[in-house]
């Protein structure tokens, strides 16, 4: 079905809803009026039945009232049952069927004609024959039988005769047509009479209540088009529309927040290869201003790699920082704290020895949900921290506790510290403190990482000076049941 080219929502559900109406209206009305033709119907046919009765009787016992104008007999014995009731035709059935509700008792409600023939054909007596319905040699095959003339002018019944005579009455069906036409147009005048009141008080119903999802609707048409700062007004509406709607301005915040932080990070990035592809650039270009010596070339050529490396480095921060924005919740399972920071010790013991740092380790088995290639990412990225900023010769601690229902993991070092000043900015990307952008020291994303990765997990970090000088990295992971 084409969609309406009318786009408010009042409009389209006015439109659904009245056109449901009207089909149910329409085949109530339409249902009635098969009712009452199909009344109508049965009621033409006992008529026609108790005359015929009515004509039997006068044949068998006062034959010689047959050829008496009118064939009467019939109405002396039991009058006309307009009549003999005391109901009278209502108002509804005189507006409907005029022609079967007649005031005028004189005029029968359906005009009724018949008569008598011998088997030969030849008429004993005949009462208001219509010029189209004669003599058929069918009828005596039709006998105790109520059926329609080939032309469907008239309805007629037969019987027959204790003498073998065949007795025929009917109708018109000119009239019984009319009534039914005069039934159509009663059920279509008050189809209309209902249906049009009926529409305009829902149609002002319907404004009233969808006046403000009208202007939610349009306040997401406009969003959809690319105005992400409308917000929807959830004013006049019920607590439940107002809550989803407070629900999606909830997520356009969310989405406005994102996408600033979107083009930060493209702004971060952009700065972050641009130092060193101005660097590869700078060197190259004074390379080839004038014949260079074998070995200035060589330190230019080990000066561009060192630079492509740190591109490289970087490059595969920023892979790991975004991996660490998308975990799926799916992909959160139950896992043993202890072997994941296990491994993590053993990835960093290298730069440990080297610097003569002895980590120490104070774990115990606990279950979290979460994966272990992030988590393991998490404390690698914050032993190395610790290791890079302590003194030779000390020690850097890893150590975790249970509580109700977190798990806690703590990083110790005993180096500088963090500056007050730069703790609110601690974990943002790029951060790097009072240090130099030196190409051995890092991009800044290793805290970032962390954090994301942390509260993809449910979780929190924080920071904190520790006793006597030095940096505590808490680590608080939600529990979870072992694995079955």
């Not at 004669?134 to 003339?149: A, M």
């Not at 105005?227 to 709607?245: N, P």
Request: aromatic share 6%; with cysteine.
């Amino acid at each position: 079905m084409p969609r309406l080219p009318v786009r408010s929502l009042r409009w389209r559900f006015a439109f659904w809803f009245g056109l449901f109406f009207t089909v149910m209206a329409v085949g109530n009305r339409y249902l009635h009026f098969l009712l009452a033709v199909d009344l109508l119907a049965r009621d033409v046919d006992a008529q026609l039945w108790s005359r015929l009765a009515d004509l039997k009787t006068q044949h068998r016992y006062a034959p010689q009232t047959l050829v008496a104008p009118g064939m009467g007999l019939a109405d002396e014995i039991l009058p006309d049952v307009r009549r003999a009731t005391d109901r009278k035709p209502s108002l509804v059935l005189r507006f409907v069927m005029p022609a079967e509700s007649r005031s005028d008792l004189a005029t029968p409600s359906f005009p009724w004609f018949g008569g008598v023939w011998r088997p030969d054909g030849s008429a004993i007596a005949t009462h208001d024959l219509p010029p189209t319905v004669s003599w058929d040699p069918g009828w005596g095959d039709r006998l105790d039988r109520i059926w329609n003339t080939a032309d469907r002018s008239a309805r007629l019944a037969a019987t027959a005769g204790d003498d073998g005579a065949i007795l025929v009455v009917g109708t018109p069906l000119a009239d019984v047509i009319q009534a039914a036409r005069q039934t159509v147009m009663f059920e279509a005048t008050t189809l209309v009479a209902v249906l049009l009141p009926t529409l305009a008080i829902a149609w002002l119903l319907l404004s009233r209540l969808l006046t403000p999802l009208g202007g939610i609707t349009e306040t997401a048409r406009r969003i959809r088009a690319g105005h992400f700062e409308e917000r929807m007004d959830v004013a006049g509406v019920d607590a439940e529309v107002a809550g989803m709607a407070e629900t999606i301005n909830g997520m356009l915040d969310r989405l406005d927040t994102i996408r600033v932080n979107q083009s930060r990070l493209n702004a971060d990035v952009a700065h972050q290869v641009l130092n060193p592809v101005h660097a590869i650039m700078l060197e190259t270009d004074v390379s080839m201003q004038r014949q260079r010596p074998r070995e200035e070339l060589e330190h230019t050529v080990a000066t561009v790699h060192d630079l492509a490396v740190r591109i490289e480095a970087l490059c595969e921060s920023l892979l790991t920082y975004a991996r660490a924005q998308a975990i799926e919740p799916a992909d959160l399972k139950p896992v043993d704290i202890e072997p994941i920071i296990s491994a993590a010790v053993d990835r960093v013991s290298a730069i440990s020895t080297a610097r003569g740092i002895v980590v120490e380790v104070a774990v115990t088995s606990a279950v979290v949900r979460g994966g272990s290639e992030p988590l393991e990412e998490v404390f690698v990225n914050l032993l190395a921290n610790a290791i890079e900023h302590s003194p030779p010769t000390t020690r850097v601690t890893i150590e975790s506790a249970v509580a109700a229902d977190r798990c806690i993991v703590a990083v110790v070092d005993h180096g500088a510290g963090v500056a007050a000043a730069d703790v609110p900015r601690l974990f943002s990307r790029y951060f790097r403190g009072d240090r130099p952008a030196l190409p051995d020291q890092g991009h800044g994303l290793g805290l970032a990482i962390c954090k994301g990765i942390v509260e993809q997990h449910g979780g929190s970090i924080d920071y904190r000076d520790t006793p006597g000088g030095g940096a505590t990295f808490e680590v608080r992971l939600p529990r979870a049941e072992p694995c079955s």
